[in-house]
């Protein structure tokens, strides 16, 4: 079983910064990716950004160039720092795990260990 917890949510205004983080703990197969998700009020969640074993990464396309996925294996962590924040990324955020992941996917079918969330709050 592995739990994921996140942390680093918050509210800013529009161009702000915030960093998220997401610490696994319990049994993680070698070879696993780790994704962001996020579903705004009234809307369908959405793969925001994954990183793999290898580091690879993949973003949506509203994200490129303002958000980067990176991760410190030895503390078996994820972050999202997310830049140049829109209102449009008003939403509660998700980080996931999935085992057996070579490819970093935004597919939340491929995932099986989701957090809690945390609330992302963007004002302009």
């Known amino acids: 079983q592995v739990q994921l917890v996140e942390s680093g949510g918050g509210s800013v205004e529009a161009g702000g910064s915030l960093t998220l983080s997401c610490v696994a703990s319990?049994?993680?197969?070698?070879?696993?990716?780790m994704g962001w998700f996020r579903q705004a009020s009234g809307k369908e969640r959405e793969g925001v950004a994954a990183?793999?074993?290898?580091?690879?990464?993949i973003y949506t396309d509203s994200v490129k160039g303002r958000f980067t996925i990176s991760k410190d294996s030895a503390k078996n962590t994820v972050y999202l720092q997310m830049n140049s924040l829109k209102p449009e990324d008003t939403a509660m955020y998700y980080c996931?795990?999935?085992?057996?992941?070579?490819?970093?996917?935004?597919?939340?079918?491929?995932?099986?260990?989701w957090g809690q969330g945390t609330q992302v709050t963007v004002s302009s």
């Open positions: 319990g049994y993680i197969e070698r070879n696993y990716c």
């Open positions: 996931a795990l999935g085992s057996f992941c070579w490819t970093p996917t935004r597919d939340a079918n491929d995932y099986s260990y």
């Open positions: 990183i793999s074993t290898g580091s690879s990464t």
